[in-house]
Structure formats: structure tokens, C-alpha cells
């Protein structure tokens, strides 16, 4: 019963901040500080723990090879080598961490063990995870990109494309009222759906289901929770974008101002984005840095013609057998153990 009280806990903990910004604006008139204060806090949160997150990750010493391997190694003309998944040199880490970090290459080679019928153990491939993995992640970018059109004028090239292809599906004008209805943003939806079936996941299987905490709950929940307010504020609520634009304009040039007339569930959807912000750096979702500072990933695997010295080593008082042969050579022979440098004479 563990995962109920993980769900419970992220569950609550997600309600709990979506209210503070609603008791905030709504009862205390704190807009200044739920609009501008805890957005800047969050950003310094954000850049300053991930430098320190970096800066540590690249201080730590790696003295040794140590990359993942799936194939065959570099070695004799006459084997085949597997240059992805076992790479020889730089060229091939950098094609092998591309497929990684674009295509999440390792999660699509994913294989489930399961039970056939009789004692027989069967492998399959686990491709849903990996769609979900790469709906959910692109689905983010696509959304992150988009929203750069509320900090940024003009607009860029790229981001109004991003916008048109994301805006396929539009809706048309309504039947009653003839206004135009908003096109449908198909990456909000995806990356709603995506943080769901990922929360599913890790409810119905057992084994996932075993090892996972409220830390792996509560970033799917808070992103769910962005997620879900950013569609309620496009297709639900009314919003004033002009307000909106005003307010993020403001914040980017640093003269940040508060417009009259923005709904409290934009100051909800901020401060749900500001706390994922200022949770980034301390959390798992860190390893969208992390995954480039990997030795296990970044290395090439090199150690069949490079030798490599552990540079922690320092200068060890050895005794040689040489050494311990002429301390102890007539022991030895009156004891009838071979000696080497007998043998060498009885052979000269």
C-alpha cells in the first residue's frame, strides 16, 4: 500500500500549491508577489542549483573507462565491432549520445521479461514506454517553444511556425455564437496524456508499482497540474493575452509590471511552473543535464590499445619475488622449493 500513500501525498501536495496562489490573489491581493517575486525566485533557483549541480558532476574524477556496453568491442580486423553501442572513439560517442538524448535509443531496445505458458521464459520488446518517453518529452519542447512568443517581440520565424504545425486542428467558428474558436494545441493534449499514461504505469505494474516513491508521483502530478491549467485557461476560461504579454514582457526586461484584468488561474499556472522551476535542479528531472556529464555514456571504450593510469596512485614500497627470493633462497632450498636463480645456474 506504499504507492497509495506516494499517489496520496504528491496528490495533496499538488492541491496544496494550486491554493496558495488562489488564497494569495484572490483573498490577500498579493498579485506582486505570486507575478513577479516568486517567478524571479524561481529562475535563481533554477540556474544557480543547476551550475551547482554541473559544477559538481564535472569535478568528480573519473580515472577509469567505465561506458555501458551492448556490443562488440574494437579489437581484431576480422570482428565485427559494434561502434554504437561500443564505441571507439569520440566520433562514435557523439553519434551514440545524440541517438540517446533525440531518439532515447537505450529505452527503445527495452525488452520486458515475461512468464510463457510452461516453464519457458519469454522476451518483448517494451516499445509503449518508449513512446510515451518521447511523446512526453517532445510534447514539453514543443510547449516550452511555443510559450517563447509571450517573452519575446517580434515573435521569431521558428516559433510561428511551431505554433502553425502545433495548431493543425483547428475548430472553426462556433454554430451559436459565430465567434472563432481557438485551434486545438495538439502538444498540450499530448503531454497531458503522455504524464498520464506514465502515472498509469507506474499504478498497474507491480514491479514498477514496488519502486516508485513520492518523488517519481509528484513531478508527473505537478506537471500534469501545468498541464492541465494551461488548457483551461485556452479553451475554458477567458484570459486577457495582452495582460499576459504585458506581465512576461515586463519580467523579461526587467521592469516587471502587474496588468489589471489577469484571472487568478494564470497566477495558479505560474506558480505551479515556478515551483517546477526551483524543484528542477534538486530532483530526477535534472537528468536533462546529467545525461551529457555521464562517464557512463560520454566515454569511449578505448581500453584494449590505451592504457590508462589511475591518477590517484601514489609511490607503494613493494618487495619483488627477486627481492624475496634472495632473503629467503637457502629456506627455500633447504625446504626443497624451486629457486630461480638455481635453476638458472643449473641450466648455464
Known sequence: MNFIVGIVISTVAVLILALIPWVGVSGLNLH???????PYAALILFFGGLVIRVIGWARSPVPFRIPTTAGQQWSLPWIKPNPIDNPKDNKWVVLRMALEVLAFRSLFRNTKLQFNAGPKIGYEWEKWLWLAALAFHYSFLVVLLRHLRFFTEPIPLFVTLIEKLDGLLQTGIAPITGYMLPGIMISGFVL??????????????????YISLPADYFPLFLISGIALTGILMRYVFKLDIVGVKELTMGLVSFRP??????????????????????YFPFSKLVHMAGVFLSPTRNLSNNSRYVRHINPWNYPVKTHTYEEYEDEFRDKMVEAGIPVDKMQEQAGS
Open 32 to 38: 506582486w508577489l505570486f507575478g513577479v517575486g516568486i
Open 192 to 209: 497531458l496524456g503522455a504524464a498520464t499514461f506514465l502515472v498509469l504505469r507506474r499504478i498497474l505494474i507491480p514491479q514498477v508499482r
Open 257 to 278: 509590471t502587474i496588468p489589471e484584468g489577469i484571472g487568478v488561474l494564470f497566477y495558479i499556472h505560474l506558480f505551479l511552473v515556478s515551483v517546477l522551476l526551483g
